[in-house]
């Protein structure tokens, strides 16, 4: 293999503004993450533990393997919109009894644990992620059930979280729900549809209705006990698998029924056991990526603190020099790496990914999607050159490509490139956003000076004076308005993304996702359909 050389100066005005930004950046971020670690806030957390009860990280804490890492997904999920940050709900992968599980944790300090339009989308990526990566799932439940106020976007759509659980099911995927307190309504199908169900005694509360709605529906009088107390379900309904004595010794169970499953993973292990760590800083990822996002920057850099050995076997190098393919090894896999080097994709850069991505799929590599790119060349050359189907081509291969993929958007993704290049649309396994990173139809002064041009032809059709003052007020609000919506604080709020990462923890997020990845069989496609040419 050949390993990477760095061109990179620490003390370069350059870097050292890069930096600078970037920590802005991570700033935000972290006081992002301080709300969602926050929860209710302090008069419920107080409220939470004096009653003998522990917060939904404290309980994942707990039931994963000591020392072990935990890899939280969408911590940031709401943000920007009307409900709190983290969307009350924990999710993320962490290893319980050496078996890496995809875990989902409510929170019952923010509106009782209650189920709001952002914790269902949450919960349904988290059960996506469980079932593409064959990942046993265990639920730590304690929700009021439904948030009424928005019953109307929830309700319908969420069904399917049942619906997934019995699906991971029929798939071999064991599902395990610990029921720490209430479990009201909609809620009760989350342990009615879970493989192993383990309630704690005087404190676990499952039912479709709760004593006053029961009056009301039937007037029947009846007490939460009898109803659904977690005593009744484990020796009168069988709802309940085990009675717990408390909520450790609940975790202690769970933790049980995953040491029993007998789980296998099925893909391969890592092909080197002890993998050589890069022999560049991961600090210096900080000041590598452009502050600003037209000044592109050698993804090799990246690469070079991040990948075993810093050791890169590069891909047609001299052809289609804007796209950098190659092969590695993170944390011991094998891995394909694409990653933009100069932001736009050229008809040589689309059909060098369609083949790099056909190898891949050929020799069952996973493949590693490093995004800065500003889309697909356009102008009247490019376009009679074939730029349409040759992009068409890299996306037909990025669509039909069966090996798993990981993606991770280090600056710019806009366009039909954030297609090419493995986006949301497009399936990855996981995929992470840097903080500086933006991701949009186009830049906001692309798409201010293209809403102008129309507005003036419009102008022009009908033989109007055009306001000039007008259009600079409209280009600037786009321009903001824009700016704002293509961040990534933005897009991982609203579930774009499994989650904004600080750039020197890319290494180790992706090792985890490939450890993860391999529970199931890494397979390439035996076929792409048909190819323009």
Not at 176 to 184: E, H, P
Not at 282 to 297: M, N, Q, W
Not at 390 to 415: D, E, K, Q
């Amino acid at each position: 293999m050949t390993t990477l050389d760095s061109a990179v100066d620490p003390s370069a005005p350059s870097y050292l503004a890069n930096r600078a930004a970037l920590r802005e950046r991570l700033t935000e971020l972290d006081a992002a993450l301080d709300q969602a670690r926050a929860g209710g806030g302090e008069k419920y957390v107080t409220r939470h533990h004096a009653r003998g009860k522990l917060l939904p990280r404290e309980r994942i804490e707990l039931l994963v393997d000591a020392d072990s890492p935990f890899l939280e997904l969408s911590p940031v999920a709401a943000y920007g919109s009307d409900f709190p940050v983290g969307a009350s709900v924990v999710t993320g992968i962490g290893v319980v009894e050496g078996v890496e599980c995809l875990i989902v944790a409510n929170d019952p300090t923010v509106r009782g644990g209650a189920v709001n339009p952002w914790s269902l989308a949450k919960t349904r990526r988290a059960g996506e992620i469980a079932l593409a990566n064959r990942l046993p799932m265990v639920n730590l439940v304690e929700s009021a059930g439904a948030d009424l106020p928005t019953q109307a976007e929830i309700f319908i759509p969420g069904g399917r979280v049942f619906r997934d659980l019995t699906r991971l099911s029929a798939a071999g995927i064991p599902t395990v729900s610990v029921v720490f307190g209430n479990a009201t309504a909609g809620g009760a199908y989350v342990p009615g549809m879970s493989d192993h169900v383990i309630m704690i005694r005087d404190r676990s509360q499952v039912y479709l209705a709760g004593p006053p709605l029961v009056k009301m529906a039937t007037g029947e009088v009846t007490d939460d006990e009898s109803l659904g107390g977690a005593a009744m379900h484990a020796g009168t309904s069988g709802l309940a698998d085990y009675l717990a004595a408390d909520e450790r010794d609940g975790i202690r169970l769970a933790r049980q029924c995953v040491r029993r499953l007998n789980w296998r993973k099925q893909g391969p292990s890592p092909r080197t056991a002890v993998p050589q760590p890069p022999k560049y800083d991961p600090e210096e990822l900080l000041g590598i990526t452009s502050a600003d996002l037209k000044v592109p920057f050698d993804p090799r850099e990246v690469l070079a603190r991040i990948l075993d050995g810093s050791d890169f076997d590069e891909f047609k190098p001299a052809y289609g020099d804007a796209l950098v393919t190659g092969w590695g090894e993170l944390h011991g896999y094998p891995v394909g790496v694409l990653a933009n080097a100069r932001g736009v994709l050229f008809s040589a850069e689309a059909q060098k990914a369609a083949q790099f991505i056909q190898l891949a799929n050929a020799s069952d590599t996973p493949l590693i999607f490093l995004q800065n790119t500003t889309g697909y060349m356009v102008g009247t050359e490019y376009e009679q050159r074939g730029i349409i189907k040759h992009g068409a081509l890299m996306i037909n291969a990025v669509s039909n490509s069966t090996v798993p993929h990981l993606t991770v958007n280090l600056g710019a993704s806009y366009g039909a490139g954030n297609y090419g290049m493995c986006g949301r649309a497009y399936e990855p396994r996981f995929l992470f956003t840097w903080p500086n990173a933006k991701s949009a139809v186009m830049g906001p002064a692309q798409l201010a000076g293209v809403l102008s041009i129309v507005a003036r032809q419009a102008a022009a059709a009908r033989g109007r004076d055009y306001d000039e003052d007008s259009d600079a007020a409209m280009r600037m609000m786009v321009e903001q308005q824009i700016e704002s919506q293509s961040g990534a604080l933005f897009l991982s709020g609203r579930l774009y993304d499994d989650g904004v990462i600080d750039p020197r923890d890319t290494r180790t997020v992706l090792g985890l996702c490939l450890s993860a990845i391999h529970n199931g069989p890494v397979k390439g496609a035996d076929g792409f359909g048909v190819f323009r040419m």
